[in-house]
């Protein structure tokens, strides 16, 4: 008989094969699931997420370790809503890296989003990412893409509608592409042509480059999802363990799994509650990066604040003081909250004494408190206020500030 920590292993790899479903799809190059499952746990803040905060996921698909990473994607659950979101980080995303070189001692500064992940891993990649989105990451999931051909042809392969004929041959790469447009059901070397193809020999295309490929990367995981869910892959999970559970690296303790093994595998609809989007914006002039512009950046935080914190129908406002003597650490918490498009934020001054923890004020609703004190790791140190004021929130940024 088998133990039960032998069967939560089961239920922990089915429902984060489902998840990282999301990762597999976006891969372009090579496929492995790398590592052992669970082995970064300094990573997970579960124990200072709030129960009904929704819990934010990174998918990172990589050829290599270290390397660029690239397909970016953050998965966001909100628990209070049952809603699920993903959102495809293009990796030609111009983004502030934080840090430094260490041979020169420059900063990181400007670059494509994907070399974070080069410089630094996972817990830069992490960084760069929430400074970009200006939200708090729990977890996260690392995928190396070389176990696609197995996964795929495991689970019977991905039926999908192929948009474009594809044929594309570069020797030297050896990468050999040629699909029909047309329904089909691809099987892992298909699955791979499928993703990695950008245009043909002969120039033509959809003229969208790695933006196209995020289209087909959001094509796939619908069609990845509804093929693993079958009952006959279901039944398959010895097989499927066989496969991942040495290739797969997170930092989501199987206790979570189990619960998310409740919430995806059994009776969710997909079709009305996953929303996959691409972080708006624009190529650059030379074509090297994929830009940003304040219109673009207003737009995705829309749609994030409708998925966080939905109901909001007037901006919040907000006074930050400083007690501490570190003027940097109340203008990054100013920073982070001016990127969302619903926060007016404003500098108040310096507070009258020190304090070892940052403090959250409320003149508002407790959720709408609890949630923006989510935004800058201060939601265990919520107050009611009790004296007039004019804004909705105080926040006294103390020395335990993190940003």
Known sequence: MKSKGSKLKKFFL?????????????????????????????????????DNEPI??????????????????LASYNPSTGKLLGISIPRDTLVDIPGYFRNTGD??????????????GIPLTVKTVE???????????????????EFVDLIGGISLNVPYNMNYTDEAGGL????????????????????????????????????GRVERQQMFI???????????NLLKINKIEELVSNKVNTNVP?????????????????????????????YSDNGIYWDVSDEDYDELNKTLQNHLM??????????????????????????????????DVTFAGIYEKELPLTEVISYTDSNIAKYVASIINAQNNVYVGNNGEDVDLVIIVGNDSDL
């Open 107 to 120: 900063p990181y500064g400007e670059q494509k989003i994907n070399h974070a992940h080069a410089y630094g």
């Open 254 to 282: 199987p206790s979570l799994m189990v619960g998310w093994f409740k919430d995806f595998a059994i009776g969710f609809d997909f079709d009305q509650n996953f929303k996959m989007i691409t972080v708006p914006g624009d």
């Open 310 to 343: 939905p109901g909001i129908e007037s901006n919040i406002s907000i006074k930050v003081y400083n007690s501490t003597t570190n003027e940097d650490l109340a203008q990054r918490t100013i920073e982070k909250l001016s990127k969302y498009s619903f926060i």
């Open 56 to 73: 934010n996921l990174l998918f990172l698909g990589v050829d290599s370790i270290p390397g660029r990473s690239d397909t970016i994607i």
């Open 131 to 149: 400074d970009f989105l200006g939200i708090n990451i729990h977890y996260h999931a690392r995928v190396d893409y070389s176990v696609l051909h």
């Open 14 to 50: 089915l429902v984060f094969i489902v998840l990282i479903a999301i990762a597999i799809y976006g891969g372009f190059q090579f496929w492995t699931f790398i590592d052992n499952v669970y082995d970064d746990p300094n990573l997970s803040l579960e124990e200072s997420r709030l």
């Open 176 to 211: 050999y592409i040629n699909l029909k447009k047309g329904e089909q059901v691809l099987d892992g070397d298909k699955s791979e042509q499928f993703l990695r193809w950008r245009k043909n020999n002969d120039g033509s295309g959809d003229g969208l480059g790695d933006i």
């Open 222 to 232: 619908k069609a990845t999802i509804s093929q693993l869910m079958k009952p006959t």
